[in-house]
């Protein structure tokens, strides 16, 4: 893999966690992602399905994870299928795990080759009683494609219909919401070279260059950092486009006097990252674009500070959104008046703050987790306010990750420039040199 090894011992622990919280004598059935054709012979690139992922380390396609705690044969408690290789798919594919390679990674004693998957299933579905299968169950989620796991959901209900099945996902949600330290670690090295890139771009932004020149420009950075590239489509918005909320066309020259929004971040080890920035392109805000910038910086401070155990993530974006109004009206962009008089099912400040402030971030950059658990310590969010000013030309959005803890959260991005003194004097200091 392209990362450093990450240590079986997060897997060995997260497998622990999950097998405490099944009902007694229950299989779960954990299967990798498919490889998604394009067109002709062509496919995308592989992205494991995170749930195996976070159980076994495994980062390889038509990998199966069985856990049953209570399997009356204690070699296979947990059971790991592998794709077995061989010259011609060496030859043309590369290498593949081999069987200690896999232990070693997951730590996992019990592996066998895909091929004997039918006959070991079907004999520790003979002993068990509950079976827990795996689905895609987030809340934004759109499924238009069936999945290995749907597939594999049709076809054990069919051949073995007088089982107890359970959803799995609830018990992965509860648990990956919570990040162990080496987790935590993971994302902060995602971060780090998010800042990397960032950086880089510092030096590189200027009137003429083209959105997606600086989309090469992260790339480059990120690439050479031993990521596998960016955690999410990339926005690069100059201009207007920074109105625009997922713009991610990329293709437009950065004008002199526009504000550039990049909304980009690095994965490391399958963990994401999730930055935002509004830049000048000329390297000095103008007033205007420095009073909305500093409102959205204030907003986001607040915000932040209100990542603490206790709160839930509807009662934190009201109370967000009731910042938001206060920094509106300062901008001349919202009367007083008219918001003391507001439908509060319609609330006006969404004409220029129109998507939520905090979202949970892991091996999804739109991470699991249920929406009215209340926030815990190990938990990771996003903070991300933004300002859109279709009229003017000016979007403004900032944003870093934060860590809640039992005090005051904690700053994953805290060493990326931030205040727009600091990045006006990274911009010039480039335009001297």
Known sequence: MRYESIGKELFTYNRKQLADRLKPNALAVFNANDIMPTNADGTMPFRQNN???????????????????????????????????????????????????????????????????????QGLMAACDYVYLNSNEHTRAVIEVETRDARFIREVRQKYPLHHYERVTPLMHQLRAIKSKREVELIQKACNITEKGFRRVLEFVRPGVMEFEIEAEYAHEFLRNRSKGFAYTPIIASGHNACVLHYIANDQPCQDGDLLLMDVGAEYANYASDMTRTIPVSG???????????????????????????????????????????????????????????????????????????????LDVHDVGNKYRTFEPGMVFTCEPGIYIREEGIGIRLENDFLVTSGHPVDLMANIPLEAEEIEEAMQASVKA
């Not at 209570?70 to 061989?86: G, K, Q």
């Open 51 to 121: 749930d195996l992922f976070y159980l076994s380390g495994i980062d390889q396609e038509e990998s199966i994870l069985l856990i049953y705690p209570d399997c009356p044969d204690p070699a296979h408690r947990e059971v790991l299928f592998l794709r077995e290789t061989n010259e011609h798919i060496a030859i043309w594919e590369g290498h593949k795990y081999t069987k200690e390679e896999a232990r070693e990674t997951s730590g996992i004693e019990k592996v066998y080759w895909l091929t004997q998957f039918p006959s070991v299933f």
């Open 284 to 362: 000095r805000f103008t007033p205007r674009q420095r009073e909305v910038y500093d409102a959205v910086l204030r907003v986001m401070r607040q915000a932040a500070a209100m990542l603490r155990p206790g709160n839930t993530l509807d009662e934190y974006h009201k109370e967000v959104g009731r910042i938001m109004e206060s920094e509106l009206i300062g901008l001349r962009l919202l009367e007083r008046e008219a918001v003391k008089n507001q439908d509060p099912e319609k609330p006006l400040y969404k004409k220029y703050f129109m998507h939520g402030t905090s979202h949970h971030l892991g």
